[in-house]
């Protein structure tokens, strides 16, 4: 039998033609379907040397593999024929109510990796209802944070430092500005030996190259 090439206007019920969103950053973020497309959209789009700090861990990396492992190795234990129609993952999280059983963990120099850095953060971790911690290394400030994202659930993560009166300073800011939990970083005596970071300059002071300033030159955002 000879089939009949069907007609556009027939198809036309049957498919949807995506819109062209003239906003990049939301039609970018829309097609990341998973943590590994938003890596491979940070990849392209933020500077190597910001990408690695995040990306990378210490010494051969061999931690980092094994923590990825041992997620990998979560499975989730299915249950049928239950009642799903009021599906409920609210919980209590240091005392605090949480929409979902998750926060966002303190990382250092967040706006290396993007300009809105902890403001988007903390913003994002009040739209959805869960904790944002931000960390001792923030690239915006404690009260900017508060301003910013009066709603959210705000952590401050402290790495104590010798100057004891600096660091009881950066806790009393804290409270001030309304963070209700305090997360003490223990397992950071020392900083890892983090060979990309070395590789590319990400050191304290910054080690600059003329490869580096050209790698982050186009990527101002
Ligand atoms: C780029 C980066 C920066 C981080 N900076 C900090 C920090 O400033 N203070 C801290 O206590 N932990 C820091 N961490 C550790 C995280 O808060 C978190 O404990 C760790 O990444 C494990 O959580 P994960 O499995 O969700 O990545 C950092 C982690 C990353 C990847």
């Known amino acids: 039998m000879k089939r009949r090439i069907p007609q556009y206007s027939e198809l036309r019920e049957l498919v949807q033609f995506k819109a062209f969103d003239p906003d990049r950053r939301r039609a970018r973020l829309a097609k990341a ?61 240091a005392g605090a109510h949480a929409a979902l059983p998750v926060g966002i963990a303190p990382t250092g120099l967040t706006r290396l990796m993007h300009a809105e850095g902890e403001v988007a953060g903390a913003q994002a971790a009040a739209s959805f209802g869960i904790p944002f911690s931000l960390s001792t290394m923030g690239t915006v400030s404690i009260e900017e944070v508060a301003a910013e994202a009066p709603d959210a659930d705000r952590w401050f993560q402290l790495y104590l430092w010798k100057d ?13 500005a309304g963070f209700g939990a305090l997360v003490v970083t223990v397992d950071t005596p020392v900083s890892g030996a983090r060979y990309r970071d070395t590789r590319n300059g990400m050191t304290l002071p910054p080690t600059l190259t003329a490869k580096t300033i050209l790698d982050a030159s186009y990527r101002p955002e």
């Open 33 to 93: 379907n998973t943590i590994a497309d938003l890596r491979n959209t940070a990849r392209r789009r933020v500077p190597t040397a910001a990408f690695e700090y995040v990306d990378g861990g210490s010494f051969a990396e061999h931690s980092l593999r094994r923590n990825r492992d041992a997620f990998d190795a979560v499975e989730f234990n299915p249950h049928v024929l239950r009642d799903v129609a009021a599906v409920d993952l609210r919980t209590t999280i």
């Open 164 to 176: 004891r009166p600096r660091s009881l300073e950066l806790i009393r800011r804290a409270e001030a």
